[in-house]
């Protein structure tokens, strides 16, 4: 799953290198500052994989955990070893976020290798038109990774606490995604802008923030403190679904 | 059966906990040592008595005007005059940062772009991430030839502009109050309220948010006659008091970046050949009339001057509904009436007194 998505930047910087140039103000953002510097393939493959392909590993990932196990059969195994539910589960949400932090930072690092690697790599111009060295370009383009991260770890939640319900990984897998899918569709309806704020997905973009200068932190808190909340919530839901699931009979 | 259900206890306290939190979160904090009174006069001094200070914060603006939203991905891009009805329509987030009167800077938030007007000195440069071009202005040295309106300014006025040019309209016509204190960025703030007693104009009432310890205003509120909800408001979320980093002013544009070079807004020589814009067209036989007076008044511009661009008159069409003897653009506080024979009239009235005007000429 880390190859396939290590495979948009590469398709990415790939295209546009076999490709004539790119008008500004077309195609997903920073396309057209690719010609002119290889780190931003790493940007732009981050901005094409969040709407759908970040989510759909993630959700692939979270949904399998324990209704994976369910559905192999393992988990009964699992249980009678002296671990205790709760370790489980927290074991398990732990894997899924080791994957969650690992996606973004495949994502960024390839990108902006295959990036030096076929095209020039110089000074990176941010959002307010200031320039920044290539050094300081790769910490942003971590801590872009580490945004996304966290804003990742809410849908890994709601995917821990899907798969606790159900013996069928597919369908955990399938309702995860299509709750990040549904999510998206409601952020994007001005009539609903009440409900904004509350969904998940609704910060997952604004991680240009952390493309100014200077950096604007307040969306990188007020994200991480929904995500969290996010955590807490489902996290909640799932101990309690799978502390009194019958799992032995 | 009894166990099973208790421990699902944690499952529910901890939701609950959240939705408690939330909900404490969304109320607006009590207000802390209560303002001094003060009556209108002392709340005006206290605006005037302010000096341009050095600052750096967050505005967010909001408009509820009744215009109909403009697609994100179609504005901004292409066109200045969209960009600059993109601002009129829906929220914006912007940082300002100012030192002083010569040094100012506007970052306009738009999702994964962003939109920067920097003055530094005399050098005054526009830049925006989308299309990736810059445009700079040099401005005379002579503090004289200094342009009234600095155009670094015009992308989203700051709430001490608006307030002073809100507060420049007060007349007999307008019943101006200090009503409760509120809070603007954390700050406690007086709230200067002002109402027309007219009642022909579309205009409801407009509140400044004054801080109380320094006078500098907070936020502007604009609220349409018979709504609640205010139809347009520009406020501080945070502010900092204190020079900003030197560098935030420094801008050179960045390698690749289209650079177009303005020329200087000349407002004394309108003779200039090359320009045969909005200058020239304002000044003498042309000028716009003027009926009523106050809140009521009405400007009808003559045909021909405001000839709108090409692009422009595409969103013209779509944003105007036919009425009697022309197109009608009806927002909340303004309504817009271009006449079938060029002329446009403008006003913050109903439709009807926009006509009854247009017949008298």
């Given at each position: ?22 008008p ?40 399998d ?15 009678v070893?002296?671990?205790g ?6 074991v ?7 994957f ?19 095209f ?25 990774a ?12 709601i ?12 369908g955990?897998?399938a ?23 509350w ?5 997952w ?34 101990y ?10 | ?10 499952a529910?306290?901890?939701?609950a ?7 404490a ?9 209560p ?11 206290l ?23 403009l ?13 600059w009805?993109e ?9 300002v ?24 000195g005399?050098?005054?440069w ?5 299309d990736?071009t810059?445009s700079?202005?040099q ?20 709430p ?5 040019m ?13 009503g ?5 960025a ?13 009642d ?21 509120e604009?609220?349409a006659r ?14 900092t ?11 050179s ?9 303005l ?19 304002k ?20 045909a ?14 779509q ?9 009608l ?33």
């Amino acid at each position: 799953m880390l190859c396939a998505l290590a495979a948009i930047p590469v398709l990415i910087s790939v295209a546009v290198r076999v490709s004539s140039a790119v008008p500004p103000g077309r195609g997903p953002a920073f396309l057209d500052r690719i010609a002119q510097n290889g780190l931003f393939v790493g940007v732009t493959a981050l901005v094409v994989s969040v709407p759908l392909f970040l989510p759909l590993t993630v959700g692939v990932v979270a949904g399998d955990t324990i209704a994976g196990e369910a559905g192999q059969g393992t988990l009964r195994y699992l249980l009678v070893a002296p671990a205790g539910r709760i370790r489980l589960l927290i074991v398990k949400y732990a894997g899924t976020a080791l994957f969650v932090v690992v996606a973004p930072l495949v994502v960024a690092l390839t990108g902006a290798g295959i990036g030096s690697a076929l095209f020039p790599v110089g000074p990176v111009t941010l959002l307010s038109g200031d320039t920044i060295g290539p050094g300081e370009a790769v910490v942003r383009l971590l801590l872009i990774a580490a945004y996304l991260a966290v804003s990742l770890l809410g849908l890994s939640a709601i995917g821990l606490f899907i798969s606790t319900l159900t013996d069928v990984p597919v369908g955990a897998m399938a309702a995860t995604v299509v709750l990040s899918v549904v999510a998206q569709v409601l952020d994007a309806l001005p009539q609903l802008e009440w409900l904004h704020p509350w969904l998940f997905s609704h910060y997952w973009l604004d991680f240009g923030d952390l493309l100014r200068q200077p950096v604007s932190w307040d969306s990188f808190a007020v994200n991480a403190l929904l995500q969290g909340g996010y955590i807490a919530f489902f996290g909640a839901l799932a101990y309690g679904r799978f502390i009194t699931k019958d799992v032995l009979s | 059966m009894n166990r099973k259900w208790l421990r699902w206890l944690p499952a529910v306290a901890v939701p609950a906990v959240i939705a408690a939190g939330a909900l404490a979160g969304s109320l607006p904090a009590s207000a802390g040592d209560p303002l001094p009174p003060k009556t209108p006069e002392q709340v005006l001094q206290l605006i005037a008595q302010h000096r341009e200070p050095a600052l750096s914060g967050t505005l967010e603006q909001s408009s509820e005007l009744g215009l109909p939203g403009l697609p994100k991905s179609a504005a901004g891009s292409d066109s200045s005059s969209n960009a600059w009805l993109e601002l009129l329509t829906g929220p914006h987030t912007a940082r300002v940062y100012r030192d002083g009167p010569d040094n100012a800077r506007i970052q306009v938030m738009d999702r994964l772009a962003e939109r920067n007007a920097i003055r530094h000195g005399n050098e005054v440069w526009f830049y925006n991430s989308k299309d990736n071009t810059a445009s700079h202005v040099q401005l005379p040295t002579d503090a004289a030839g200094r342009p009234q309106h600095d155009s670094a300014r015009d992308v989203t006025a700051t709430p001490d502009q608006l307030a002073a040019m809100l507060l420049a309209k007060i007349e007999p016509g307008t019943e101006v109050k200090v009503g409760a204190d509120v809070q603007v960025a954390g700050r406690a703030a007086y709230n200067l309220v002002l109402t027309p007693k007219s009642d022909a104009t579309l205009v409801g009432s407009i509140a400044v948010a004054v801080d109380g310890q320094t006078g500098l205003p907070l936020g502007v509120e604009v609220t349409a006659r018979g709504q609640s909800d205010p139809a347009f408001r520009v406020a501080y979320t945070s502010l900092t008091l204190g020079a900003p980093d030197a560098s935030v002013f420094a801008f050179s544009p960045p390698p690749g970046a289209t650079v177009e070079e303005l020329p200087v807004p000349e407002h004394k020589h309108a003779n200039d050949a090359g320009k045969a814009t909005a200058p020239a067209a304002k000044d003498g036989a042309r000028k716009p009339a003027v009926t009523g007076s106050g809140w009521d008044s009405v400007v009808e511009f003559p045909a021909g001057t405001t000839a709108p661009a090409s692009d422009a008159t595409a969103l013209l069409e779509q944003a105007t509904v036919p009425v009697q003897g022309g197109r009608l653009l009806s927002t909340a506080l303004v309504n817009v009436l271009v006449l079938d024979d060029g002329r446009v009239v403008v006003g913050s009235v109903p439709v009807e007194r926009l006509q009854a005007a247009a017949a008298q000429k």
